[in-house]
């Protein structure tokens, strides 16, 4: 039996669907507008806090000062160099805000990679939430990055990580 203040699985699934459409559009929208620079894998990322409320969403994008209008630095070889994970940039908002992390939701349109994937477990999150096949989604993914995702994989679970799929809406 549900507690007054427990919200059913129906609920919780319909605001799972709720913030990864949001991560979406984050990812989706113009660079000027926050939006992922990459030409052909567009990440979104949103994390909400243990209250319920958004603490940080960003897409994949470069980092805060850096040209982005430099042609090199969209080039197959140097791309992951210069475009920063959405994991990442999500984080790093929170940090710069001083938001309290620890048992958040971190709700993303991609999996994370190998890297960002040890950035979650270490931060204290209590959840990643994913569309059910998202990288059915990303149909330019690389090997290397297929890889990456599954070690990430192996990263959540050993670190505790709750990781959630959900089919899109």
């Not at 949001?22 to 939006?35: L, M």
């Not at 897409?59 to 959405?86: K, M, P, Q, T, V």
């Not at 959840?127 to 993914?141: C, E, F, M, R, T």
Request: glycine share 8%; charged share 30%; with cysteine.
């Amino acid at each position: 039996m549900m507690k007054n203040n427990e919200e059913s699985p129906s609920d919780q699934m319909f605001l799972h669907q709720k913030w990864l459409m949001e991560a979406e559009k984050t990812a989706q929208a113009s660079p000027e507008k926050g939006g992922s620079p990459h030409p052909n894998v567009k990440v979104g990322a949103l994390l909400v806090g243990a209250d319920g409320k958004e603490i940080a969403r960003s897409s994949n994008r470069f980092a805060r000062g850096l040209d982005a209008s430099r042609e090199e630095r969209y080039e197959d070889d140097c791309r992951s160099f210069w475009i920063n994970c959405a994991e990442q940039m999500v984080l790093v908002d929170a940090l710069r805000n001083r938001a309290d992390i620890v048992g958040a939701r971190l709700y993303i349109t991609l999996d994370p990679c190998a890297i960002c994937a040890g950035l979650i477990v270490e931060a204290g999150i209590g959840s990643v939430i994913v569309p059910n096949h998202a990288s059915q989604g990303y149909d330019k993914l690389k090997e290397k990055w297929k890889k990456s995702i599954e070690i990430g994989h192996s990263k959540l679970s050993e670190g505790g990580v709750k990781v959630i799929r959900v089919d899109r809406p």
